[in-house]
C-alpha cells in the first residue's frame, strides 16, 4: 500500500558532504531530489549549507537564483523541497541585514514552485570543539532570527504543518515545544554538526525533541571532509536520521561518510533516508500522554 493510499506523508532526508563549488552541490540537490521523488517521496529535506559550505558572503550574493533554482526543482520533479539553509543577506522585510552579517535561513517550497515558509535560524552555534577548528561563533557572520515559524504542506487530501528548525534549534527544546503548541506535526531540522558533537549528541537532540514535541523530527545532516580554500578541513558527523514522535528512530543513514561504489562514476554523492509520518499513530500517541495537556511551564 503506498502513501498515497494510506494517508502517511512520506519524506526523505538527504546527507551531503557540500564542499565550496555550489555548481557540482546543486548538481548533487538536484539528482537527490529526483530520487526522492522516484522513490515516492512528497517532503525532501536537504541538509544545511546544502549549496556550500563556508564561502558564506560569496554564497549569499547568490541567494535569490540559488533559491529560485530549487524552487524549479521542487516544481520540475512535484514535491516539496526543504531548502536546509543557504546564507541570505536580508531579513525577511527585505532590510539589508547591519553590520557586515548575514541570516541563515531555511526555505520550504512547495510542487509549484512558490515559495511557502521562509525560517531564520534563532539559534547560533557557539562553543569550543576539541577539533581543528577549535572555536566556533555564528554569530561573527550571522544575525539571529526572530520569528518561529511553522509552515503548511498538503499531501494526501492533508494538511500538514511543518515546524522550522535548523541544526544548533535542536539544542533548544523550548523551540521544539513552541512548534507543537503552534500546531506542528514534523519538525525540520537540517544541520552540519561538528564531527565530535554530532558523535556525542546528535542523536540524542533528535531523539529528545521528538519527545519534546511528540513530533516527527527529520535530521538531514552534512557528513565527511569539507575542505576550505586555506585548507582547513571541518569535519561533520552526518548519520542523517528520521525519529517518531516517539524518540523512536525510525530510518538512519549509519555513517559520516558516503558509501563510494567500485566505479567512481556509479558513487552517489548523498545518502538518503525515507520515512513515513503515520499522523493517525502520532496521533493516538498524543492521546494517550497528553503531555501538552499537562504543561505548566510553558
Not at 33 to 53: K, R, Y
Not at 58 to 83: M, N, Q
Not at 181 to 194: E, K, N
Not at 195 to 212: I, N, P, V
Request: with cysteine.
Amino acid at each position: 500500500m503506498n502513501s498515497k493510499q494510506n494517508n502517511q506523508l512520506t519524506t526523505a532526508a538527504i546527507q551531503m558532504n557540500s564542499q565550496q563549488n555550489i555548481e557540482q552541490n546543486l548538481a548533487t540537490i538536484k539528482t537527490a531530489i529526483i530520487d526522492a521523488s522516484a522513490q515516492g517521496a512528497q517532503l525532501v529535506v536537504l541538509p544545511e549549507n546544502c549549496c556550500s559550505m563556508g564561502e558564506q558572503f560569496a554564497t549569499a550574493e547568490r541567494f535569490d537564483d540559488l533559491s529560485a533554482t530549487i524552487a524549479d526543482y521542487a516544481s520540475t520533479y512535484g514535491v516539496y523541497v526543504l531548502a536546509g539553509s543557504l546564507p541570505c543577506p536580508y531579513r525577511p522585510d527585505g532590510i539589508i541585514v547591519p553590520d557586515g552579517r548575514l541570516r541563515q535561513v531555511s526555505q520550504l517550497f512547495a510542487p509549484d514552485g512558490s515559495r511557502v515558509a521562509r525560517y531564520d535560524k534563532i539559534h547560533l552555534f557557539t562553543a569550543t570543539v576539541a577539533d581543528k577548528h577549535g572555536s566556533y561563533n555564528e554569530a561573527a557572520t550571522f544575525e539571529p532570527g526572530t520569528q518561529t515559524v511553522v509552515a503548511p504542506l498538503e499531501a494526501n487530501d492533508t494538511v500538514y504543518q511543518l515546524g522550522m528548525m535548523v541544526c544548533f534549534d535542536l539544542r533548544f527544546p523550548a523551540l521544539a515545544q513552541r512548534l507543537r503548541q503552534a500546531g506542528a506535526d514534523l519538525l525540520s531540522a537540517p544541520s552540519a554538526f561538528t564531527y565530535l558533537t554530532g558523535q556525542a549528541h546528535w542523536s540524542l537532540l533528535l531523539q529528545a525533541r521528538a519527545l519534546d514535541s511528540q513530533c516527527m523530527v527529520i535530521g538531514a545532516a552534512q557528513g565527511g571532509d569539507h575542505t576550505y580554500k586555506n585548507n582547513d578541513i571541518r569535519q561533520t558527523w552526518g548519520h542523517t536520521a528520521i525519529t517518531a514522535y516517539d524518540g523512536t528512530v525510525i530510518n538512519h543513514y549509519d555513517d559520516s561518510v558516503l558509501n563510494e561504489a567500485t566505479d567512481p562514476e556509479d558513487s552517489k554523492h548523498y545518502a538518503m533516508v525515507l520515512a513515513s509520518l503515520d499522523q493517525h499513530a502520532q496521533q493516538q500517541g498524543r492521546q494517550k500522554m497528553p503531555l501538552f495537556d499537562c504543561h505548566r511551564l510553558a
